[in-house]
Nanobody, 123 residues
Framework: VQLQACGGGLVQAGGSLRLSCAAS????????MGWFRQAPGKEYEFVAT????????YYTDSVKGRFTISRVNAKNTVYLQMNSLKPEDTAVYYC?????????????????WGRGTQVTVSS
């Protein structure tokens, strides 16, 4: 299973970015998907997760109302739309495939991880 994330970049505070993560080598709809991030010197942080069907989503409190996770199973792709970005959102963002169907906020529940894409928000 391979996960390839893209869409990161440099943006000013208040701006938007859309991350994409394309999966290959698996039955994409068999996995819930999640996004995590890691800022310099910090541990992995859960951002958002979406169930296998896309019908259920869950977010960490700091991104609620600003970020939206979605998926298109026909394209084997999960997205993270990030609006109203803040400097504290700066991190490397990783997509991951969960062994659960519902999704999880716990990294241990994820089997496969992408390589990450850098998001930098300037003040």
């Amino acid at each position: 299973v391979q996960l390839q994330a893209c869409g990161g970049g440099l943006v000013q505070a208040g701006g938007s970015l859309r991350l994409s993560c394309a999966a290959s080598g698996c039955t994409f709809s068999s996995y819930a998907m999640g996004w995590f991030r890691q800022a310099p010197g910090k541990e992995y942080e859960f951002v958002a997760t979406v169930s296998w069907s896309g019908g259920n989503t869950y977010y960490t409190d700091s991104v609620k109302g600003r970020f939206t996770i979605s998926r298109v199973n026909a394209k084997n792709t999960v997205y993270l739309q990030m609006n109203s970005l803040k400097p504290e959102d700066t991190a490397v963002y990783y997509c991951a495939a969960s062994r659960t169907l519902i999704g999880s906020q716990y990294p241990m529940e994820y089997l496969y991880w992408g390589r990450g894409t850098q998001v930098t928000v300037s003040s």
